[in-house]
């Protein structure tokens, strides 16, 4: 079955250092990926997404995310994080066999320590 | 008001209740989504509208019913709801170009956290 993997359920990141969000998926061909993130009281907003192209992609906020095909992985990266970026973070993935059921990970809490 | 919005943002309900969650979009969009969140679980599509019609029904419990009367509301009727049930409601709208896909960017509003009893 298809599914997407976040290891990290929570991680800390003082505030300035770099940032690594972790997601896997298992899928057989190349999906449609996505990074969404959850501020606190807020619903989810999409920071990048990945269709095709530039395995490289970048988003709103600072973020970019690579697809790796080798590894199935699509990992998020901020050079610097800002206490405005304490939030969850949600990976997805869009499979062939539904055009609007994303299948999503269960989240990554990033903790900002000042 | 400006993207999607939800009311209530707090609902605390019991099981013999009945209850319904609204949601607006103010984006001009053509489809409409409920989905759940549960602590530490991945989201679940709940219900999926393309212009006002439901394009799916992701075997959801009939003690949840949706309601879309037009493109820019939407609603989750709830009865004699489960403990189990409470979680964060969310709502999503997506302009859809050629049928509902996740290629379309969705747009979620805060959500209502519901609370069964």
Redesign the interface.
């Known amino acids: 079955a298809q599914s997407?993997t976040q290891p990290d359920?929570h991680i800390t990141v003082s505030e300035g250092a770099s940032l690594e969000l972790r997601c896997n998926y298992s899928y057989g061909a190349t999906p449609?990926l996505?990074w969404y993130v959850q501020s606190p009281?807020?619903?989810?907003?999409?920071l990048l997404?990945y269709?095709s192209g530039d395995t490289l992609v970048q988003g709103i906020k600072g973020f970019e995310a690579e697809f790796k095909r080798s590894q199935s992985s699509f990992n998020l990266r901020k050079p610097s994080v800002h206490w405005s970026d304490a939030a969850e973070y949600?990976c997805?993935v869009?499979p062939a066999d539904?055009?609007?059921?994303?299948?999503?990970?269960?989240?990554t809490k990033l903790i900002i320590k000042p | 008001e400006t993207g999607v919005t939800q009311t209530p943002r707090h609902l605390v309900m019991g099981m013999t209740n009945k209850k319904s969650l609204k949601c607006e979009q103010h984006l001009g969009h053509n489809a409409m989504y409920w989905y759940k969140q549960s602590a530490k679980k991945p989201l679940e599509l709940m219900f999926v509208y393309n212009f006002k019609e439901q394009t799916e029904n992701n075997s959801v419990p009939s003690r949840f019913s949706p309601e879309c009367p037009n493109s820019s509301h939407l609603f989750l009727h709830l009865h004699t709801l489960q403990p189990e049930d409470s979680a964060l409601y969310l709502c999503a709208s997506s302009q859809d170009r050629d049928g509902v896909s996740y290629t379309d960017t969705q747009y979620f509003g805060p959500g209502t956290r519901l609370t069964v009893l």
Request: overall charge positive.
């Open positions: 997407v359920i449609y996505f009281g807020q619903g989810l907003q999409l997404k269709f949600f997805a869009g539904s055009n609007y059921q994303l299948i999503w990970g269960a989240g």
